[in-house]
């Protein structure tokens, strides 16, 4: 079997994905908790991961879908990173090929640990190894050129929207990723938006000729969303936007599914409710990776109008909507642990050392 692992870390994302062959990809790693407040339920994110990969010390991929603090914060303490020696030793995690999007390495202005993530991605695209870029804005070529690097010496190291990324495919591995996002126009102005820049993919996992579908969605604003939607069915691809599994953007916040949050309810365009309402498989699970679902109005995500329309829809699809910092309960929250075999997916949940079923998906509807 494969796993898909999400982390109870607040309004923060951390996906650990264990494939039956042992290879492994990290999608983020923000480890948010306070460890001076015993009264954080957020978990010890670089505990977990350690746990995960006992006396391992290196991870296939760990893509960084962009570098907001709430998807980046404690890498440079955790990962042995190639820029300096400072972030290098014996106990660090090596990283075998970092995937970032191109705005990652063309931003300009950033601190903290987004400059020093950056200085990670852009030492790596200039030696020409361990990192794929996605996207391929006219700016990538100039940032070669202003070094003295052919640009086609770089090509093999980018991949562009609407192609699989080349560390995974089916036949060895039982997953293949498929690149939406970003469009080499959301990094080639002078202002880069890391929301509309970010990395947005459909994992597709196979067991015995059995699939199962992933979106991870990042922070990704509605209308971002809205052109994958266009350009995905203008090539007849519907089938890459269809999911069993969806990481649902931005925290649960309406901005990734409309201008206006809405009264009780977001009301997202056409073309996301053909997303989440026409691609859902059955018994899909949409899993918000964010705080408690509050039951007021709120000025930053979860909101509950967006919570609302995920809610329904899943629940209309015999699915559920789960929340990493309600899972499986809010004082007691714990990683979010899905195992995908020959039969689709089923939920596991701590129980006294034991995993007990929680659901299991069935095949996509008329298939």
Request: with cysteine.
């Amino acid at each position: 079997m494969h796993s898909v692992r999400f982390f109870p870390i607040g309004n923060a994302d951390s996906c650990l994905i264990e494939l039956e062959n042992g290879r492994r990809a990290l999608f983020d790693f923000a480890d948010m908790r306070d460890p001076n407040n015993q009264y954080d339920l957020r978990c010890d994110l670089e505990k977990e991961l350690r746990d995960r990969m006992g006396t391992d010390k290196q991870i296939d991929v760990v893509a960084f879908t962009h570098l907001d603090t709430d998807h980046c914060k404690r890498a440079k303490d955790v990962f042995f990173l190639e820029h300096a020696e400072k972030y290098q030793d014996d106990e660090r995690i090596k990283i075998k090929t970092m995937w970032v999007p191109a705005a990652a390495i063309l931003e300009v202005g950033v601190e903290g640990q987004a400059r020093t993530l950056r200085a990670e991605a852009r030492h790596r695209f200039i030696e020409g190894k361990g990192i794929r870029v996605f996207s391929r804005p006219d700016q990538l070529d100039d940032f070669l050129i202003e070094r003295g690097i052919d640009p086609a010496t770089r090509r093999n190291l980018i991949t562009d929207a609407g192609n699989l990324c080349p560390e995974f495919n089916i036949a060895a591995d039982g997953v293949e990723f498929f690149a939406h996002s970003p469009f080499a126009e959301h990094c080639d102005g002078k202002l880069i938006v890391r929301n509309q820049s970010a990395l947005f993919m459909q994992a597709t996992f196979s067991v015995n000729g059995r699939e199962t579908k992933l979106i991870l969605s990042a922070d990704v604003d509605h209308a971002t969303i809205d052109d994958i939607v266009r350009v995905t069915r203008f090539h007849k691809n519907d089938v890459r936007l269809e999911w069993d599994i969806n990481n649902i953007p931005h925290h649960c916040s309406y901005t990734s599914l409309a201008a206006e949050k809405g009264s009780d309810e977001t009301e997202p365009s056409d073309r996301l409710k053909w997303l989440y309402e026409e691609q859902a498989c059955a018994n899909a699970i949409a899993v918000s990776t964010s705080d408690p679902i509050p039951s007021e109005d709120t000025v930053q995500p979860p909101h509950r109008q967006a919570a609302n329309y995920y809610k329904r829809t899943v629940k209309d699809n015999d699915g559920q909507f789960i929340v990493s910092m309600e899972h499986p309960s809010k004082t007691k929250p714990r990683p979010l642990v899905i195992e995908i075999g020959g039969n689709g997916y089923t939920i596991l949940k701590a129980a006294g050392g034991a995993s007990v079923l929680l659901g299991n998906s069935a095949p996509r509807a008329g298939l």
